[in-house]
């Protein structure tokens, strides 16, 4: 990412969580203007044109997105602004500002949580990853063949943000698509993502615990994921991005049989 685009990611988010009223059919206007956007190469490069004056490139947005909310519409109008170093790099962020905005429309749902099951569900399911990411499929049925599949299991908010991603995935795939979800809903709500492998489901009170002591320890809410993986025998194995705090049976018998190996 270029520090034009990092810049302008930053202005933009910044501009989105400062506007009031910011709902999930706000996120879900945000989406569909990312897809219009990146379908026209010439409206596109238009907007990320440094010859272009930053009011011509936002009277450009305002003119195309005359229907859509006030909130959406500003916050298009803030993204044109700004200087991005590719086209595809202002199609990014208008998405990341999509999932922002369902963040923020729906505070009280546990998105991260809901995006990662769907992700566990995604990875179990060879045949469902194939559908959703394949680049022959017809990308509106991909976005209904997702939401035929998660609509009922998941709020609405996680189910528009799964079938906007799959319906506009631009070579990526499904799984890095939601990772990168989860990645900002955290972001913007101040969380860092813990993974915890377990060999059983966690209580509600060792829930707690465990979410009290990783908060102590990283000063800031943690939201937990948590898998359940047979091979850890035993305790747990939590990873919070690049730090891994094992503490499992099966990482203790390896340290062991080491050992005793050496």
């Known amino acids: 990412m270029g520090s034009a685009t990092t810049q302008a990611l930053a202005t933009s988010a910044q501009a989105l969580a400062a506007t009031q009223g910011i709902t999930v059919g706000v996120g879900g206007e945000l989406f569909a203007a990312a897809r219009l956007i990146d379908s026209s190469v010439q409206l596109s490069g238009a907007l990320v044109d440094p010859s272009v004056p930053a009011q011509a490139r936002q009277d450009v947005v305002g003119k195309i997105f005359a229907t859509v909310s006030e909130q959406a519409r500003e916050a298009l109008r803030v993204a044109a602004a700004q200087r991005w170093s590719r086209p595809s790099d202002l199609i990014d962020g208008i998405e990341e500002l999509a999932i922002r905005a369902v963040a923020i429309g729906a505070n009280d749902t546990d998105l991260e949580g809901e995006l990662f099951a769907v992700s566990r569900t995604v990875a179990e399911n060879p045949d469902l990853e194939l559908a959703l990411g394949s680049r022959i499929g017809n990308d509106e049925a991909k976005a209904q063949l997702a939401q035929s599949i998660f609509g009922a299991a998941t709020s609405p908010a996680t189910a528009l943000i799964v079938s906007s991603l799959v319906q506009h995935p631009r070579g990526r795939r499904v799984r890095q698509l939601l990772s990168r979800a989860i990645h900002i809903i955290a972001t913007q709500r101040e969380h860092v993502i813990a993974t915890v492998h ?64 050496g």
Not at 204 to 227: C, F, M
């Open 198 to 261: 377990t060999a059983v489901p966690l209580g509600d009170a060792q829930h707690k615990r465990l979410s009290e002591a990783l908060h102590k320890r990283y000063g800031t809410n943690v939201s937990l994921n948590i898998v359940i993986d047979p091979s850890v025998v035993g305790g747990l194995r939590v990873q919070v991005a690049d730090d891994v705090i094992d503490g499992s049976i099966s990482a203790r018998l390896a340290d062991l049989r080491q050992k005793l190996a």
